[in-house]
T-cell receptor
Framework: RKEVEQDPGPFNVPEGATVAFNCTYS??????FFWYRQDCRKEPKLLMS???SGNEDGRFTAQLNRASQYISLLIRDSKLSDSATYLC???????????FGSGTRLQVQP | GAGVSQSPRYKVAKRGQDVALRCDPI?????LFWYQQALGQGPEFLTY????????KSGLPSDRFFAERPEGSVSTLKIQRTQQEDSAVYLC????????????FGSGTRLTVV
């Protein structure tokens, strides 16, 4: 079993829709959690960190469920420009390395 | 510089050839990371430097892979006797200090071994 797992998608949604992705992690010692966005043939870019209490940045909301070992990303009012692959990343206490999922592809359609 | 700079942007190597990939981190960034990203996959950790010290090289797939950061700034990832399975995008990332876990990636070097 992979340490970090994501549904590869694609998620095809119309503009204006709300879409949510989950990411499960297997290492209970995981300490920090992130969502990255990656456009085709580009580098991953940090979208947001995920805090225990949940956090919001505009149309994006991230949540952490430690008991069930997953993080989620909710995108409201989807825009065409949100089309990308969304990668979750996790790191464990004492390690600087991030472990990434394989990504979930989102395609927002007009 | 304004961001993490990697060169070359693309590299085609014949199987068995040695390659060297360069990373210029953001000026003053203490931490530097190398990742390998195969097509359709997420980045996979290769190695980590704090200044010039290589503190974690647990992700290097074989002894053909070697990384250095001799002056705590520019880093080079060297792959000896390249194999087809080494074809991937090699991403470098840096962060300002050792406590910042989310970091900034460079544009990567796309290596194709033929």
């Amino acid at each position: 079993r992979k340490e970090v797992e994501q549904d590869p998608g694609p998620f095809n949604v119309p503009e204006g829709a709300t879409v949510a992705f989950n990411c499960t992690y297997s290492n209970s010692a995981s300490q920090s959690f992130f969502w990255y966005r990656q456009d085709c043939r580009k580098e991953p870019k940090l979208l947001m960190s995920v805090y225990s209490s949940g956090n919001e940045d505009g149309r994006f909301t991230a949540q952490l469920n430690r008991a069930s070992q997953y993080i989620s990303l909710l995108i409201r009012d989807s825009k065409l420009s949100d089309s990308a692959t969304y990668l979750c990343a996790v790191n464990s206490a004492g390690r600087r390395a991030l472990t990434f999922g394989s990504g979930t592809r989102l395609q927002v359609q007009p | 510089g304004a961001g993490v700079s990697q060169s070359p942007r693309y590299k085609v190597a014949k199987r068995g050839q040695d390659v060297a990939l360069r990373c210029d981190p953001i000026s003053g960034h203490v931490s530097l990371f190398w990742y390998q990203q195969a097509l359709g996959q997420g980045p996979e950790f290769l190695t980590y430097f704090q200044n010039e010290a290589q503190l974690d090289k647990s992700g290097l797939p074989s002894d053909r892979f070697f990384a250095e950061r001799p002056e705590g700034s520019v880093s080079t990832l060297k792959i000896q006797r390249t194999q087809q399975e080494d074809s991937a995008v090699y991403l470098c990332a840096s962060s300002v200090d050792i406590t910042t876990a989310g970091y900034t990636f460079g544009s990567g070097t796309r290596l194709t071994v033929v």
